[in-house]
């Protein structure tokens, strides 16, 4: 029997905390037209004579804070998940990961997977939230590649999850571990989810409402109220609120002891990492608040592998 592949699928992070790894990325990522719905005469120059010249110094500071021996945070996460999910599927599949934007592309990672025999090919994408710049982008890079192909194998995509039992009972195990594990009991649990632009849920994206049911799940399995905010605004536009960073400076302001989760990543990065760890902290401090923390992703822990292969058994179902 031909062998099966599962691919695991994150956003993408620079090679390097350097200005000119990083306008690599953003490079790519930013003429997604699915990420920026901007016709591209009319934003391929701001995104070239404006942003490229001037963001990728201050992203690359940024980066340069949460670097590891190991380099990316996200790109260490995700190779962590990959070598945990193939320890437990064995020899019945072959798992490999690819980011959507920067190294390892899909496309050379089907390739490689085709080339190691894989005629059925599960694609996963990272994303437990269901968004047009995130998990359709992913399928549009897959279709893409596909088309160069004489060969095709079949396919299956791992679908949105954000409200699995599977994926809230993980969420709930994790943040209970720790919350558990603070030197202060936190008044306000935050949930903070990345940003879009108010246009994409009026034209009919379901990504705001999926956040607000997973946070509403999620809170009756804890048994106390989770507050919702949106984070990583980018542009002029009206974003999905109430704002990450306007809700952390109000709680400062109430003296509150809060703790911040980020349940829409699969894997801590940058957003979390630098915007909510050490910004969101900073900002909540200036305001006068009192204890903060942020509680990591799932990541590779225990909770998230188990969820993670549950969810990737289920869509492999008939093929093992």
């Given at each position: 029997m031909p062998c099966i592949g599962v691919l695991l699928v994150n956003l993408g992070t620079p090679d390097a905390p350097t200005a000119s790894a990083v306008r690599r990325y953003l490079a790519q990522f930013l003429s997604d037209a699915r990420v920026v719905e901007i016709p591209a005469l009319l934003w391929q120059p701001i995104l070239r004579g404006a942003i490229l010249p001037t963001r990728p110094r201050k992203s690359a500071?940024?980066?340069?804070?949460?670097?590891?021996?190991?380099g990316s945070p996200l790109a260490a996460i995700t190779r962590r998940q990959t070598a945990a999910l193939q320890d437990t599927l064995g020899e019945t599949a072959r798992v490999a990961h690819a980011m959507r934007y920067g190294a390892p592309a899909i496309?050379?990672?089907?390739?490689?997977?085709?080339a190691?025999?894989?005629?059925?090919?599960?694609?996963?994408?990272?994303?437990?939230?269901?968004c047009a710049a995130t998990t359709a982008t992913v399928v549009d890079a897959v279709t893409a590649h596909l088309a160069t192909l004489r060969w095709q194998p079949a396919l299956r995509f791992l679908p949105p999850y954000p409200a699995d039992p599977a994926y809230i009972g993980a969420l709930k195990a994790s943040v209970t571990a720790g919350l558990a594990a603070l030197d202060f009991v936190p008044d306000t649990l935050v949930a903070s989810f990345h940003g879009m632009p108010e246009r994409t849920r009026a034209l009919g994206d379901p990504y705001h409402d999926q956040c607000r049911a997973t946070a509403r799940l999620l809170a009756e399995a804890l048994g106390r109220p989770v507050e919702v905010a949106f984070q990583s605004r980018f542009g002029r536009a009206k974003w999905l609120e109430p704002a990450t960073d306007a809700t952390l400076a109000r709680l400062g302001r109430e003296g509150r002891d809060v703790a911040v989760i980020a349940p829409g990543f699969a894997a801590d990065c940058l957003e979390t990492l630098e915007e909510l760890a050490i910004r969101g902290k900073a900002g909540f401090a200036a305001a006068g608040g009192r204890h903060f923390a942020y509680l990591p992703c799932l990541n590779d822990s225990a909770a998230g592998m188990t969820m993670l292969e549950a969810l990737i058994g289920r869509e492999l179902a008939g093929w093992l």
């Open positions: 500071e940024a980066y340069a804070q949460i670097w590891t021996d190991e496309g050379p990672a089907i390739d490689a997977l085709m190691a025999g894989c005629r059925r090919i599960l694609i996963a994408p990272l994303y437990p939230q269901y």
